[in-house]
């Protein structure tokens, strides 16, 4: 079946820095991808609408400018959380459709867990 | 490797019970998630099982097995809404490995 990887699994930063979460579709073209934050035993938040090509779409209450979406390639969305805090501590999830399929057919990733200090 | 299977699809009727299987084969175990997706919204925490026995919200209930690898959802007193994709996810090692997602179609 299709798979979708993140890199990294886990990253521990100090509070100020930036960090880059990657979302690749591993064996299919995607050219939307999804990111979702997820709280302990809690839904799964959608964050952004990834485009390829075009800016994302971002949801109600999320800092476009915090959270920066580039999603450079069919293959490939990157999320950069500039300037972590440590609120922004969470898990983020990418989803991604195959480009061949409709929308509600996704394959999420595993995950990247952020820790900020 | 990391394995989870579930069913691709289902049907069932309004107001009959359901339930949907999943089975998985994973290096590690924290527990097991169930998620409800509605075409095209994000999905929706449904629960979240880390001991062995079946734990009852309403009506959907959740069941695990460690020791066989097995988890179910079950849906009693189907409503049309519950027509969505029902997603398993194994946690282990803080990461989430998915199954593909059953697809429940309910019929009047």
């Known amino acids: 079946g299709a798979v979708v990887s993140q890199h990294p699994s886990w990253v521990i930063c100090k509070s100020g820095t930036s960090v880059k979460i990657e979302c690749r579709s591993l064996d299919f073209q995607a050219t939307t991808m999804f990111w979702y934050r997820q709280f302990p035993k809690q839904s799964l938040m959608l964050m952004a609408t990834?485009?390829?090509?075009?800016?994302?779409?971002?949801e109600q209450g999320v800092e476009k400018d915090k959270f920066l979406i580039n999603h450079a390639s069919l293959t490939l969305s990157t999320l950069t959380v500039t300037s972590a805090h440590p609120e922004d501590s969470s898990f983020y999830i990418c989803?991604?459709?195959?480009?061949?399929?409709?929308?509600?057919?996704?394959?999420f990733g595993p995950g990247t867990r952020l820790l900020v200090l | 490797g990391q394995n989870i299977d579930q069913p691709t699809e289902m049907t069932a009727t309004e107001g009959a019970i359901v339930q949907i299987n999943c089975t998985y084969q994973?290096?590690?175990?924290?527990?097991l998630f169930w998620y409800q997706q509605h075409a095209g919204e994000a999905p929706t925490f449904l629960s979240y099982?880390?001991l062995d026995g079946l734990e009852e919200k309403g009506r959907f209930s959740s069941f695990l097995s460690r020791s066989k690898g097995y988890s179910y959802l079950l849906l009693k007193e189907l409503q049309m809404k519950d027509s969505a994709s029902y997603l398993c996810?194994?946690?282990?090692?803080?990461?989430?490995?998915w199954g593909a997602g059953t697809k429940l179609i309910i019929k009047p």
């Open positions: 099982n880390v």
């Open positions: 989803s991604a459709p195959p480009r061949s399929e409709g929308l509600e057919t996704q394959y």
């Open positions: 996810a194994v946690e282990r090692d803080y990461q989430l490995i």
């Open positions: 990834s485009n390829e090509g075009s800016k994302a779409t971002y």
């Open positions: 994973t290096s590690g175990f924290n527990g």
